[in-house]
């Protein structure tokens, strides 16, 4: 009678080369995420700027599981769930953290980066229910509905320009604003236009 083999290493055996690609994705998105906490905890700012740019690399990746998804001819739904739980983290929560480590930690702030993440969340769950409806005979999907969430990269780099010039903080640029009980930087309404952007319908981006 033959043994069984553990479960968790018939999964592993079925992920493909794409997927294992896709888990380098969230992984750099996670370690951003510790970065960002050891920048907060130590205020060193090589760990701000490594979580930073851990998150152009997570890009990287998330552009070759796809073209060897492609390649290979290997596409399953699996594959996207993955795909997309990896983008919440790398360009979703990642940002959202490194903007909260950068000093945007006011009432408003926070309530800003939710809906940025939310956003996300709602722009990726959107794009894997009608994926089959998008999709061309080779699984290529033509169009995104609203900006892709690694757009949330344009946010990483403008925080990467205040970190090189050392407006963190207190510093960073256009000040506080005080409204009602809750301060807002005024920078991270920055995250409310790309969220927003995220999540229109009306915005139609061809997938390269």
Same mark, same amino acid.
């Given at each position: 009678?033959?043994?069984?083999?553990?479960?968790?290493?018939?999964?592993?055996?079925?992920?493909? /080369?794409?997927?294992?690609?896709?888990?380098?994705?969230?992984?750099?998105?996670?370690?951003?995420?510790?970065?960002?906490?050891?920048?907060?905890?130590?205020?060193? /700012?090589?760990?701000?700027?490594?979580?930073?740019?851990?998150?152009?690399?997570?890009?990287?990746?998330?552009?070759?599981?796809?073209?060897?998804? $492609?390649?290979?001819?290997?596409?399953?739904?699996?594959?996207?769930?993955?795909?997309?739980?990896?983008?919440?983290?790398?360009? #979703?929560?990642?940002?959202?953290?490194?903007?909260?480590?950068?000093?945007?930690?006011?009432?408003?702030?926070?309530?800003?980066?939710?809906?940025?993440?939310?956003?996300?969340?709602? $722009?990726?769950?959107?794009?894997?229910?009608?994926?089959?409806?998008? @999709?061309?005979?080779?699984?290529?999907?033509?169009?995104?509905?609203?900006?892709?969430?690694?757009?949330?990269? /344009?946010?990483?780099?403008?925080?990467?320009?205040?970190?090189?010039? #050392?407006?963190?903080?207190?510093?960073?640029?256009?000040?506080?604003?005080?409204?009602?009980?809750?301060?807002?930087?005024?920078?991270?309404?920055?995250?409310?236009?790309?969220?927003?952007?995220?999540? @229109?319908?009306?915005?139609?981006?061809?997938?390269?």
């Amino acid at each position: 009678m033959a043994t069984p083999r553990p479960a968790h290493l018939s999964m592993i055996r079925s992920f493909h /080369l794409a997927d294992f690609l896709t888990l380098g994705n969230a992984a750099c998105g996670t370690i951003s995420i510790f970065a960002a906490i050891v920048y907060v905890d130590t205020r060193h /700012l090589t760990a701000l700027t490594t979580a930073m740019a851990l998150l152009p690399l997570g890009l990287v990746l998330d552009v070759l599981d796809g073209r060897v998804a $492609r390649w290979r001819q290997r596409h399953s739904a699996m594959g996207r769930e993955l795909d997309s739980l990896a983008d919440v983290i790398s360009f #979703g929560v990642a940002p959202a953290t490194l903007a909260y480590a950068a000093g945007m930690r006011g009432a408003w702030d926070v309530v800003v980066l939710v809906y940025f993440v939310c956003c996300g969340v709602s $722009r990726l769950a959107r794009f894997n229910v009608t994926a089959e409806e998008l @999709s061309t005979t080779t699984g290529k999907v033509k169009y995104f509905e609203g900006t892709p969430i690694p757009s949330s990269l /344009l946010l990483v780099g403008v925080l990467a320009v205040c970190a090189i010039r #050392g407006w963190l903080g207190d510093e960073l640029p256009l000040g506080t604003v005080l409204l009602g009980v809750g301060i807002l930087h005024p920078l991270a309404l920055q995250g409310a236009l790309s969220g927003s952007l995220m999540i @229109s319908k009306t915005l139609r981006i061809p997938k390269l």
